[in-house]
Every structure is written in structure tokens, then in C-alpha cells.
């Protein structure tokens, strides 16, 4: 085999590698409380020294009453927060939500980059890809729930839903 040929095989199977190994970091379960089903959650590798990473999450409240997501917790930080983050007259502005997130009934909220997400701060070790970082939600209604966020790259800007696996899991 030519020398070509070999460097093409190569970097064909490590291209298959990661591709199997992005689709199965992707395969975060639903999870349901109640009338609230939590899919799509996730969070990025840190760099090294890194203290503060965002967390993403999508809410669906398929109930009848409306619920607010009130706390985050993690034993991954000292402090996790619930922000918003907006862009005003070009300036990007970020900030805690003093009362929470509301949940309209028969609504979805989506925590994604560049918009509402959880923000944790003053962490000690940064999230490593691959990795899974506990979280619990706190819903006003609902109660706790907990998840496991998995770890996607630094550079990761969403979810990609087409290659996530759909599971329910009720706590």
C-alpha cells in the first residue's frame, strides 16, 4: 500500500473514531418529573485553569400549571446559578435570575448557548470531555431532578438533537 493510501486509511479510521465517539457523548436520556421532561443536556470541557463553564438543558412542562426552575445545584462547584445572557447595543450582558426561570404550561425553555443556561462558577476541576458532570434542578413545582450532564468539546455551540438518543427515565 502506498504511502498515500495508508495516510488516507489513517486518517479515515481516526475520523470514524471520533465520530462514534461525538455520537455517543450525544446520547443524554430524557428525563421526566412530573409533567416536566428535561432533554438535551449538556456542558463543555473547560480549559485548564478554567473556574467558571455553562451547562444547557432543554424544558418541556407538558402540565396544565405553570413552574419555575428555582436553584441548580452540582458537588462539581461551589456555586451554580440559573443566568440569562443577552446582547444590548452590541455588549454582551449576562446575569442571574434572582427568581428563577418560568416554565410556562405546555411551553418549552431551552438553556443554550447565548441565551438562558446555567452558570457554574469557581470550579475547581474543569470538565473534561467525556466526562459527565452531576447537576440537580429545582423546580417550584416539581420538585428535584437530577441529571448527569456529559461533557462535549470546548468548541461545541449545541446540541446536535439528530444524533441523540431519546430515552425515558423517570426519577
Same mark, same amino acid.
Given at each position: 500500500?502506498?504511502?498515500?493510501?495508508?495516510?488516507?486509511?489513517?486518517?479515515?479510521?481516526?475520523?470514524?473514531?471520533? %465520530?462514534?465517539?461525538?455520537?455517543? *457523548?450525544?446520547?443524554?436520556?430524557m428525563?421526566?418529573?412530573?409533567?416536566?421532561?428535561? $432533554?438535551?443536556?449538556?456542558?463543555? !470541557?473547560?480549559? #485548564?485553569?478554567?473556574?467558571?463553564?455553562?451547562g444547557?438543558?432543554?424544558?418541556?412542562?407538558?402540565?396544565? %400549571?405553570?413552574?419555575? +426552575?428555582? *436553584?441548580? $445545584?452540582? #458537588? *462539581?462547584?461551589?456555586r451554580?446559578?440559573?443566568?440569562? &445572557?443577552s446582547?444590548?447595543?452590541?455588549? &454582551?450582558?449576562?446575569?442571574p435570575?434572582?427568581?428563577? +426561570? !418560568?416554565?410556562?404550561?405546555? %411551553?418549552?425553555?431551552?438553556?443554550?448557548?447565548?441565551?438562558?443556561?446555567?452558570?457554574?462558577? *469557581?470550579?475547581?476541576?474543569?470538565?473534561? %470531555?467525556?466526562?459527565?458532570? #452531576?447537576?440537580?434542578?429545582?423546580?417550584?413545582?416539581?420538585?428535584?431532578?437530577? +441529571?448527569? +450532564? #456529559?461533557?462535549?468539546?470546548a468548541?461545541?455551540?449545541?446540541?446536535?438533537?439528530?444524533?441523540?438518543?431519546?430515552?425515558?427515565?423517570?426519577?
Open positions: 500500500m502506498s504511502a498515500v493510501a495508508l495516510s488516507a486509511a489513517s486518517l479515515f479510521a481516526t475520523v470514524a473514531v471520533a %465520530e462514534n465517539q461525538d455520537k455517543t *457523548a450525544m446520547k443524554a436520556d428525563v421526566m418529573v412530573g409533567d416536566i421532561h428535561l $432533554s438535551a443536556h449538556w456542558t463543555r !470541557a473547560m480549559l #485548564p485553569g478554567q473556574k467558571v463553564g455553562g444547557y438543558v432543554t424544558i418541556t412542562n407538558n402540565g396544565g %400549571e405553570d413552574d419555575r +426552575l428555582i *436553584a441548580i $445545584s452540582t #458537588p *462539581a462547584t461551589e451554580a446559578e440559573i443566568h440569562e &445572557m446582547v444590548v447595543d452590541d455588549v &454582551m450582558k449576562m446575569r435570575l434572582a427568581d428563577g +426561570l !418560568a416554565v410556562p404550561a405546555g %411551553e418549552t425553555v431551552e438553556l443554550k448557548p447565548g441565551s438562558y443556561h446555567m452558570m457554574f462558577m *469557581a470550579v475547581e476541576e474543569p470538565f473534561k %470531555e467525556g466526562g459527565m458532570v #452531576p447537576v440537580v434542578l429545582t423546580f417550584e413545582k416539581a420538585g428535584d431532578v437530577e +441529571l448527569m +450532564l #456529559p461533557v462535549m468539546p468548541g461545541t455551540k449545541a446540541m446536535d438533537h439528530g444524533k441523540m438518543k431519546h430515552e425515558s427515565k423517570t426519577n
